[in-house]
T-cell receptor
């Protein structure tokens, strides 16, 4: 089982619709969860971080966390063509040396159709 | 959040040679992380570099192939040694910031 799983997509939504991106993780002791956006040829940029169960809203973005189900999601409201990118789910855990590390999912490619 | 300067941005190298990638951070950070992103794939952690101690490598990565230096709290290098075409990838450094992790702009490596 992969540590962090995402549907690779592509997920196509019309402009103005809500895009829903999902992620599951395997490490039950994970405490920190992140969503990154990566445009083609660019490095990932942080959109949201979430640490507690429930919803966290930031502008058009809402992250949802359910630790019991080991599930994280990202909702993008009023999707714009500029939102078209690959969205990476990332989960914080610890490596063999005891240091914190971030494990990334394979990413979901989002296409917003004008 | 921290700003990372990474160089080179890209390079084309002959197989069997080595390339050293540098990352400079505009603030002091305890740990720096090195990732590889192969074409069309997600990020894979290579190693964690803590200043003053040897880097911690993830499964599948070894120090002889990917030696790392961390001479101070703002700088780190990753060397890709004895390169083969399978090493063609994007290499990224990262540091932890207030709410997450920030990445350098990446080094696109092509081995021919």
């Amino acid at each position: 089982q992969k540590e962090v799983e995402q549907n690779s997509g592509p997920l196509s939504v019309p402009e103005g619709a809500i895009a829903s991106l999902n992620c599951t993780y395997s490490d039950r002791v994970s405490q920190s969860f992140f969503w990154y956006r990566q445009y083609s040829g660019k490095s990932p940029e942080l959109i949201m971080s979430i640490y507690s169960n429930g919803d966290k809203e930031d502008g058009r973005f809402t992250a949802q966390l359910n630790k019991a189900s080991q599930y994280v999601s990202l909702l993008i409201r009023d999707s714009q063509p500029s939102d078209s990118a690959t969205y990476l789910c990332a989960v914080n855990s610890r490596n063999s040396g005891g240091y914190q590390k971030v494990t990334f999912g394979t990413g979901t490619k989002l296409q917003v159709i004008p | 959040s921290a700003v990372i300067s990474q160089k080179p941005s890209r390079d084309i190298c002959q197989r069997g040679t080595s390339l050293t990638i540098q990352c400079q951070v505009d603030s002091q950070v305890t740990m720096m992380f090195w990732y590889r992103q192969q074409p069309g794939q997600s990020l894979t952690l290579i190693a964690t570099a803590n200043q003053g101690s040897e880097a911690t490598y993830e499964s599948g990565f070894v120090i002889d192939k990917f030696p790392i230096s961390r001479p101070n709290l703002t700088f780190s290098t990753l060397t890709v040694s004895n390169m083969s075409p399978e090493d063609s990838s994007i290499y990224l450094c990262s540091v932890q910031t207030g709410n997450g992790y920030t990445f350098g702009s990446g080094t696109r490596l092509t081995v021919v």
